[in-house]
C-alpha cells in the first residue's frame, strides 16, 4: 500500500493553476491514485468565452482523464471550481467560496503563473509575486493547513551557473517593487524593466526569483517547500506516454521542425537539454507535499527536478532524435521536408535564416500572390523566429543544479511508493521518450490521425521532388547568367567540358581495347 496515496485520502486540496499543463496532470495523478480524497479546490477564472464548469468539464472529459473515470467514477463530485482570478484583489473570491477554502483546506499546490517571457512587468509581478504573497496570507489564516508547496522554475537563478537546493535573494526587495508598481504608470514600468531584470534573460525567470524571496519572507509558521522543475516536457510514463497539450517550450518548435519551417536554430549541440517530464515533476510534488505534511522539516525546503546531471541528454542527441522520429511519422501537409541545423555561431545563424526561412517564406507568398490569394508565411515564419529566438538563451547555456534534497526525498520512499510516486529520472530512455513525445505532439496538440501517415510521407516524397527541381533549375539560370556575362567562366566551362570530353574517349578506347 502507497503510503503517500493513502495521505492525501480525505483531505482537501487546493489548486491554483489546475487548468495549465502542470496543474491537469497533477489533478489527474491525484485522482488516480488517491481517489477517496475529499475534494480538490481549484482556482479558476472563465477564459475564451468558456463558464467555469465548461471548463471543468472539458478538461474531465479529455483523453488525460480516461483511466481517473475508471477508478472515481465519481470525480465531477469531488472537484469544486472557485470563481478567482489571480490578479484581482483577494483574487475576486465570493465571501463565501473564501470562508470555505479557508475553513477546509489541507494542502495548497500553487502552480499557477504567468509563463509568458514577453509579459508586462506589472502582469507578472501581479500573478508570479503579489498572488503568491496574497495565497500565503491566506493560507496563514487556514487552521487545518498541512503543508503549501510552491511551484517555482530552476531558471529562477539562471544567472548563476551553479545553483543549489537553496533561495537566493534578489537585489531589490519584492515589496518594493510591488509597492512602487501601484504608483508608476505602465510608460515607465517597461522603462525601468530592464534595469531592474538585470542579468535575467526575461521578466518570467525575473518574477518567478522574486516569487521565492516571497514565499522566504512571508512564511510565518506555516510548512512550505518549493519546487524548481527545468523545462517540463511530455509525460513520460503516466497515465500513458507522450501527453501534451500546449505550444509552450519544445512543443512549438518541436512542430516547427516537423512541418518543415524551422529547419535551424541557434544552439550549441553539447549543452544540456534539460528536459523533465511532466509526471515526473507530478510525483516529485505529490512527495514533498506527502513529506513537507508528515516530517514538518524546520525550514523551506527546495527540490530541484532537473535531468541534467543524473541523466543528462544535449541539444545535438535529442534534435536528432525528434528527425529521425519525424522520418518515421511524418506530420501532415509539411511546408517543407523537416532537415536541422544546430549551429552556436551568429553568422552562420543568419545565413540559414535568411536562406532556410526567411527566402523560402517570400518565395511562397509571391506564389500564393500570383495564384490570388493571401500571403501569410512570411508573417508565420517571422513569430516562430521570435519565439525561437526568445528561447536562445536557454538553448546555449548549461547549468549545474544540485539534487541533494530531491535525492533524500527518493531514499526516504518506500520502495511502493518509490515505484507508484517514481521521480528517479536516471531510469528515463531519451530516445524512447523523445520518439513518444514527438508521436505525442502528433496525436494530442495537432489532433492529427495516423491514418494518414502514408498520404503525409507522399507529401514529403513529392516536397524532395520539387526540392530537386528547383535547385536544378536555379543552378541552370546562374549557370546561364554567368556564361552570358564572364570571359572567366566561359573558359571554366570550355575546360570542363573538354575534360569531360577527353576522359571520356580515354575510357571508349580503353574498353574497346580489352575487347
Ligand atoms: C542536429 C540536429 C539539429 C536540429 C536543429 C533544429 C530543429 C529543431 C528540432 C527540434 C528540436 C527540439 C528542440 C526543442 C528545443 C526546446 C527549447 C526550449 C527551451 C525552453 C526554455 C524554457 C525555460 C524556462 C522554463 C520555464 O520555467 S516555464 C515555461 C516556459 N514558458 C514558455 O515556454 C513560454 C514561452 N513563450 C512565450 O513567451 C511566447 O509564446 C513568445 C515566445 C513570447 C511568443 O509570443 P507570441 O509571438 O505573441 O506568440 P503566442 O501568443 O505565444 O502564440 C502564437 C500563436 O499560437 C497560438 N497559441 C498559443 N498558445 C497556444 C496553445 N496552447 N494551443 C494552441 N495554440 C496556441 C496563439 O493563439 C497564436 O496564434 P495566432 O493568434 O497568432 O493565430
Ligand atoms: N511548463 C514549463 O516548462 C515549466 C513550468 N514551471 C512552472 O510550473 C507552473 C505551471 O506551469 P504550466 O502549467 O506549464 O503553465 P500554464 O501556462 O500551462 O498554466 C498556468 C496556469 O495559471 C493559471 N493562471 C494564469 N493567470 C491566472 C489568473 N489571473 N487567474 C487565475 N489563474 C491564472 C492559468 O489559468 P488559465 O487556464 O485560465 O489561463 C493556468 O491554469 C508555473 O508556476 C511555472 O512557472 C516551471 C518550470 C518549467
Redesign the pocket.
Known amino acids: 500500500m502507497s503510503v503517500i496515496a493513502a495521505f492525501y485520502g480525505g483531505k482537501s486540496i487546493l489548486i491554483?493553476?489546475?487548468?495549465?499543463?502542470?496543474?491537469?496532470v497533477l489533478m489527474e495523478k491525484l485522482f488516480r491514485t488517491s481517489p477517496d480524497l475529499k475534494v480538490i479546490y481549484i482556482?479558476?477564472?472563465p477564459?475564451a468565452g468558456q463558464t467555469l464548469q465548461q471548463?471543468v468539464f472539458q478538461i474531465l472529459n479529455s483523453k488525460l482523464f480516461e483511466k481517473v473515470k475508471e477508478v472515481c467514477p465519481n470525480v465531477h463530485e469531488k472537484i469544486r471550481a472557485i470563481y478567482?482570478?489571480?490578479?484581482?484583489n483577494d483574487?475576486a473570491i465570493s465571501k463565501e467560496d473564501m470562508q470555505e477554502l479557508l475553513s477546509c483546506t489541507n494542502i495548497i499546490f500553487?502552480?499557477?503563473?504567468?509563463?509568458r517571457f514577453d509579459d508586462t512587468l506589472r502582469h507578472a509581478v501581479?500573478?508570479?509575486v503579489t498572488?503568491t504573497r496574497q495565497l500565503l496570507l491566506m493560507a496563514s489564516q487556514m487552521p487545518k493547513l498541512e503543508a503549501f508547496i510552491h511551484?517555482?522554475?530552476?531558471?529562477s537563478n539562471c544567472n548563476l551557473k551553479h545553483i543549489d537546493e537553496v533561495i537566493y535573494p534578489c537585489p531589490v526587495e519584492p515589496k518594493k517593487i510591488i509597492d512602487s508598481l501601484e504608483w508608476l504608470d505602465d510608460a515607465i514600468i517597461e522603462e525601468i524593466a530592464p534595469k531592474l531584470i538585470r542579468d535575467w534573460p526575461n521578466i518570467?525567470t525575473y518574477t518567478?526569483a522574486l516569487g521565492e524571496m516571497v514565499v522566504q519572507q512571508e512564511s510565518r509558521n506555516l510548512n512550505i517547500a518549493i519546487i524548481?522543475?527545468?523545462?517540463?516536457?511530455a509525460t513520460w510514463q503516466e497515465p500513458f506516454p507522450g501527453w501534451v497539450d500546449?505550444i509552450?517550450?519544445p512543443n512549438g518548435l518541436i512542430i516547427a521542425a516537423g512541418k518543415g519551417f524551422l529547419r535551424a536554430l541557434k544552439a550549441t549541440p553539447k549543452a544540456v537539454a534539460d528536459l523533465i517530464p511532466?509526471d515526473t515533476v507530478v510525483n516529485l510534488m505529490l512527495a514533498v507535499g506527502w513529506y513537507t505534511a508528515v516530517h514538518r522539516p524546520k525550514s523551506t525546503l527546495v527540490y530541484h527536478s532537473t535531468s541534467g546531471n543524473l541523466n543528462p541528454c544535449n541539444w545535438h542527441k535529442m534534435g536528432v532524435q525528434v528527425l529521425a522520429t519525424f522520418e518515421k511519422i511524418p506530420l501532415e501537409r509539411a511546408f517543407r521536408r523537416p532537415y536541422a541545423n544546430f549551429t552556436s555561431n551568429n553568422f552562420t545563424s543568419q545565413y540559414w535564416n535568411a536562406v532556410s526561412h526567411q527566402a523560402p517564406a517570400i518565395i511562397y507568398d509571391c506564389y500564393l500572390r500570383l495564384t490570388g490569394r493571401k500571403p501569410r508565411m512570411t508573417k508565420v515564419m517571422n513569430q516562430i523566429l521570435r519565439t525561437a529566438s526568445m528561447l536562445e538563451y536557454f538553448l546555449n547555456r548549461s547549468w549545474e543544479w544540485s539534487t541533494y534534497n530531491t535525492e533524500m526525498l527518493m531514499s526516504e520512499l518506500s520502495p511502493e511508493d518509490q515505484r507508484v510516486f517514481n521521480f528517479d529520472v536516471r531510469q528515463l530512455n531519451w530516445l524512447e521518450y523523445i520518439e513518444n513525445y514527438v508521436l505525442g505532439v502528433k496525436k494530442y496538440l495537432l489532433k492529427e490521425d495516423m491514418a494518414g501517415i502514408p498520404e503525409a510521407k507522399q507529401h514529403l516524397k513529392r516536397l524532395r521532388n520539387i526540392h530537386y527541381l528547383f535547385n536544378t533549375a536555379l543552378f541552370l539560370i546562374v549557370w546561364r547568367l554567368l556564361i552570358a556575362r564572364s570571359q572567366m567562366a566561359r573558359n571554366v566551362w570550355f575546360f570542363i567540358v573538354s575534360f569531360c570530353y577527353k576522359f571520356l574517349s580515354y575510357f571508349r578506347a580503353s574498353s574497346t581495347l580489352k575487347v
Do not use: E, M, W
Open positions: 491554483t493553476g489546475a487548468t495549465g499543463f502542470l496543474g491537469k482556482l479558476v477564472r477564459k471548463r478567482a482570478d489571480l490578479s484581482q483574487f500553487h502552480c499557477a503563473a504567468t509563463v501581479q500573478l508570479n498572488a511551484i517555482s522554475t530552476a531558471y518570467y518567478k524548481r522543475p527545468s523545462i517540463v516536457g500546449n509552450n517550450g511532466v
